[in-house]
């Protein structure tokens, strides 16, 4: 699976977007993005995932590049309950292949 | 209802003993995994299986050996713990075929301590 690279830390003030960037120049064309985000001590929550469109759900947006090298995950209104470790992975999609989750965003929402 | 679950989510024991983590799911998946976060928080799998068949092998010691008995049930089993077993070990599933295999629904974690 293609690396991705995170920023190991970001702030982002409570109703305010969060844009989480991810780069992943390696990544091949049968190799989705995926974003999970783990909140303390809680299992690991899917958030979005997309292919090469852009992809909007309940709990974020994908921002994904022409190119497919880079990515941005958007929490449109971040609130204190979104402060977690974001997860950026690519992975080509066949349940034959292992999610691998790197180190992440730590995103902090301050009031 | 809990989609995926975990028993037990504390486990304490000393070194040397056998232990067993169980995973249920009733979400109708296919595919379920055991991943392990260590005290660094890195997530790493462990095991995938399919249709109980074993899918995914990282390289893990001998002493850890899952036992898929149906498609909703993944069991991790122990032996001769170790210190350095001690970790949050966690199960998740999802449906293995499609774009959204990589949409995993993960358990809530046992958090295993080995004295």
């Known amino acids: 699976d293609a690396k991705t690279t995170q920023p190991p830390s970001m702030d982002c003030a409570e109703g305010r977007a969060a844009n989480l960037p991810c780069n992943h120049s390696?990544?091949?064309?049968?190799?989705?993005v995926y974003w999970y985000r783990q909140i303390h001590s809680q299992g690991p929550q899917y958030i979005i995932h997309?292919?090469?469109n852009n992809e909007t759900n309940e709990m974020a947006s994908l921002i994904i590049t022409e190119d497919r090298k880079s990515s941005t995950l958007i929490l449109p209104h971040a609130t204190l309950r979104d402060t977690a470790v974001y997860y950026c992975i690519v992975r080509v999609g066949n349940s034959g292949y292992a999610l691998n989750f790197g180190k992440g965003t730590s995103l902090l929402v301050t009031p | 209802d809990t989609a995926v679950s975990q028993t037990p989510k504390y486990l304490v024991t000393q070194m040397g003993n056998d232990k067993s983590i169980k995973c249920e799911q009733n979400?109708?998946?296919?595919?379920m995994y055991w991943y392990k976060q260590d005290s660094k928080k890195f997530l790493k799998i462990m095991f995938s299986y399919n249709n109980k068949e074993l899918i995914i092998n990282e390289t893990v010691p001998n002493r850890f050996s899952p036992k898929s008995p149906d498609k909703a049930h993944l069991n991790l089993h122990i032996n001769s713990l170790e210190l350095g077993d001690s970790a949050v070990y966690f199960c998740a599933s999802s449906q293995g075929v499609g774009d959204r295999t990589g949409e995993l629904f993960f358990g809530e974690g046992s958090r295993l301590t080995v004295l």
């Open positions: 979400l109708g998946h296919d595919t």
């Open positions: 390696t990544i091949s064309g049968n190799e989705y």
């Open positions: 997309g292919l090469k």
